[in-house]
């Protein structure tokens, strides 16, 4: 059953009649409420057959090799969950998923699935909370089975109009008129039907926003975060775009986008914050060392994902991002590792300071060690290159590339 | 290695069966009919029955699928006490949470590979490379799962039947209509695709296809499951899924 998940991103490709700038930013309504309660279970036999569908998805996702099988972290977003909803949440199953794009969905049945990618972005739980809230936004006010109910009434009007159109057109054209002109009005009615689907969609994205913005404020997280996430994306996708020689382009300011254009979204969610800021008694808090004491045993293979993309851009942003709030190790060994990738002029000697300054650093791993190694190695340094070697073996006895480093060491 | 189909095979079948076997079963070269000495397994077939909308959207409908399914595994059931009992076929039933991860990814690429087989192999998009040609493989999972269980073949069973909602068939009605004037765009009806596959879990290649593809049949009556398990899996060689007695 197709447009039964919903996504937290991925605008549509094609962009036949882009626009931009059309949303004059908003307070998004925070007076929604949930549609369903604790142990819902559908009726309808539409929705029934919706959810029967997902099983086989949900068990495949079970199943997945690419799945992340973390208990604490599992058990961390749970526990955010629950603070946002101020209840246990039976409800809402969460799977990670190793895919290093930004994005998050959320099944009709209440299964969650979040990329390793954001959590590679995201900087505080206020963060983490504003992307949940806005899934389960989706989930409480029931929106993939009324988007899908949605578009089947109108393909069946597209139908009959099509349907309709035939037949006028054949009676047309045995007179001496022609049947062209009810083709294309039945194909302009029908292209009209098509763009009230996307805007539809756009409608329950700014809806799964609001409800997401509104759970946060009542949880005492400070809302401003929301619209953070979006600042943040846009600037990295600039960071990106420039890299590459292009110009930034949003990929979800078409007419025909499932989501609201990000910096509609941005402005939107910021305004939201302000007005629920205003109203709210609590002290709002980001929980910043929350997160980041549950994301650091992951940080390694989450910028591992990020780096290996080779978009050297968006990935520099990323570690300076996450560097605000304050340089470690296992970040400078990651810049280090971008600009060696990248090997534009001038890198090699980044690439060389970045993996030095990783080593003074007590986290610093490994592989920054026999990163700057190397460096030393290669701008003739070789007795401090021995010794940096010397270090990573002792720090990874078991390395698969031991034979060579000690070949190296012995030249 | 790429395997050519062997039409000798294919003929001999006819002479075994004593009917005409479809065109589209496919066995790759070298394929020797199992014996009643090796393992079969039949994996938990996977059916779903939806319901066509007036727009022309897969709609599911879970009771139907749920009594499909049952009418398959039955229909699979019969068919093995019928040929006997002499080789060994499991008829896995469990419940998906019983599975196995390895099953699931196992039923999982059954499904991609069967589209793929039926796509490249069978309909106008046929690819060239594939002309005489049945190569298909589940690889090293199958073989892993081959060791671990013992068996010698799996046979795999996918299935999905639809049916035109009232609204459907008003508006088919309205397309033929348009026929009588000129303009002749008849809206499809529910239809029913189906395939089968068997798995040397020794190499992992599939070794035996074949598939139904019908505008009729209807698994939500046991009849019908009957129909289709048999239009399925009748042609493939006698010792391959039973063995009538001896």
Known sequence: MQGSRRHFLLGAGGCAACMSGLGHARVLDTELQPLIDVGYEPVDTDERGMWQSMEKIEETIQASPQRLNNPELQSYTGGVIEQLLGQEVPDLRLYLIRSAMFNASMFPTG????????????????????????????????????RYRSIRTKTAAMSWFSAAASVGAGVNSMSSYGGADWIYAASLINTAVTMSMFQFSRNQEAEADAYGITLMAKAGYAPDAASKIWEQLIEERKASAEQHNKRYKDRSTSLVSTHPPSEDRMKDLGDTAAYLSGRSSLAPTDRRDEWLAAIAPHRAMLLDEQVKLNDPGASLYLVNSLAQDGWTGLLRYNEGEIYRMRGEA????????????????????????????????????????????????????????AGVVRFTMAQ | MVIRVMPIVAILLLL?????????????????????????????????????????????????????????????EAMQARRGAKNRVTITRTSADSDSDTLIELNQLHEVVG?????????????????????????EL??????????DYALFLYARDSFSSSGRVVLQAVGYLGCFVGVCAAPSGGSQTAFASLVDLKTGNLVWFNYVKSPEGDIRTQEGADVLVGTLLDTMSEPAYGNKGS
């Open chain 1, 111 to 146: 299964m969650m699935i979040i990329n390793t990618g954001l959590l590679a972005r995201i900087r505080n739980e206020a963060q983490y909370a504003a992307v949940l809230g806005h899934e389960a936004g989706h989930y409480y006010r029931k929106h993939s089975i009324e």
């Open chain 1, 346 to 401: 001038g890198d090699r000697e980044k690439a060389a300071e970045a993996f030095a300054a990783a080593t003074t650093f007590p986290d610093a791993p490994a592989d920054a060690w026999r990163a700057h190694g190397y460096a030393l190695l290669k701008a003739g340094k070789v007795e401090d290159g021995r010794n940096a070697l010397g270090k990573y073996l002792v720090m990874n006895p078991d390395a698969k590339d």
């Open chain 2, 16 to 76: 075994l069966t004593g009917c005409a076997a479809p065109q589209q079963q496919q066995t790759s070269v070298g394929f020797v009919p199992v014996n009643a000495r090796q393992k079969i397994v039949v994996m938990r077939p996977d059916v779903a029955v939806d319901v066509l909308t007036t727009g022309g959207m897969l709609e599911r409908r879970e009771d139907w699928t749920l009594t499909a399914r049952d009418n398959v595994i039955a229909s699979l």
């Open chain 2, 115 to 139: 589209q793929a087989v039926l796509m490249h192999k069978f309909s106008p998009a046929t690819l060239p490379t594939k002309e005489g040609v049945f190569d298909w493989t589940l690889g």
């Open chain 2, 142 to 151: 199958a073989v892993r799962y081959g060791e671990e269980s013992g068996y």
